[in-house]
């Protein structure tokens, strides 16, 4: 059964500063990983899809990395800014049918 | 392009009754996976419905069934509701399964609360 961890649970940043979200995951049979961004009560806004061939996707200040073999997704956030508060969640597709979240990751960016 | 659309927005409910959620697919979208989240926690797969049937399921009781029509909206019941069903209902669209990426798009969520 995949289980999908992220730390920390719950980060405070000033302005301006990179970060970084961490991913693990039990399995690495997985057929893609997708983060995502959800503001509070809010739905989901899907942030990069990384396919399991591939090691990394880059969306503007966004990074996200793919280690299958480690069991591991790295979200990294450039010049951070107080629009990225946000939870960040990170879910694992094992083929096709069954997406597992993790339980986020809460980040708030203070000006 | 119309993305994934859901209603209502918020429900209130009391213990015992029925709930009809509903969800309207992305344009081109085929596929709909409906997920529960309670507060704090993360998303938890409900099931996905592919051209009218269910494709796969999650650790739900059989009073959380689903529907999907001709046009792939989806529609998600809750019989015999429970205090514990209180959650942002949550669903989302993908291609046909296998097909390209999978990438899920979500709606805006039903919010249910249960009195």
């Known amino acids: 059964k995949q289980e999908v961890t992220q730390i920390p649970a719950a980060l405070s940043v000033p302005e301006g500063e990179n970060l970084v979200l961490n991913c693990s995951f039990t399995?690495?049979?997985?057929?893609?990983l997708q983060w995502f961004r959800q503001d509070p009560g809010k739905g989901l806004t899907s942030l990069l899809l990384?396919?399991?061939?591939?090691r990394e996707q880059t969306s503007g200040r966004l990074n996200a990395s793919l280690d299958k073999s480690s069991g591991r997704s790295t979200l990294y956030i450039a010049a951070s800014q107080p629009g990225d508060s946000a939870t960040y969640l990170c879910?694992?597709?094992?083929?096709?049918?069954?997406?597992?979240f993790g339980p986020g990751t809460r980040l708030s960016v203070l000006p | 392009e119309t993305g994934v659309t859901q209603s209502p927005t918020h429900l209130i409910k009391t213990r015992g009754q029925q709930v009809t959620l509903r969800c309207s697919s992305q344009s081109g979208h085929n596929t709909v996976s409906w997920y529960q989240q309670a507060l704090g926690q993360g998303p938890q797969f409900i099931f996905q419905?592919?051209?009218?049937?269910?494709?796969g399921r999650g650790n739900f009781p059989p009073r959380f069934s689903g529907l999907q029509f001709p046009n792939y909206s989806s529609e998600l019941n809750v019989n015999a509701l429970e205090l514990d069903d209180s959650a942002l209902y949550l669903c989302a669209s993908s291609p046909r399964p296998g097909q390209g990426p999978d990438e899920q798009f979500f709606g805006p969520g039903t919010r249910l609360t249960v009195l």
């Open positions: 399995d690495s049979a997985i057929y893609n």
């Open positions: 419905y592919y051209r009218e049937e269910e494709n």
């Open positions: 879910a694992l597709n094992n083929y096709g049918q069954n997406f597992v």
């Open positions: 990384i396919q399991s061939s591939q």
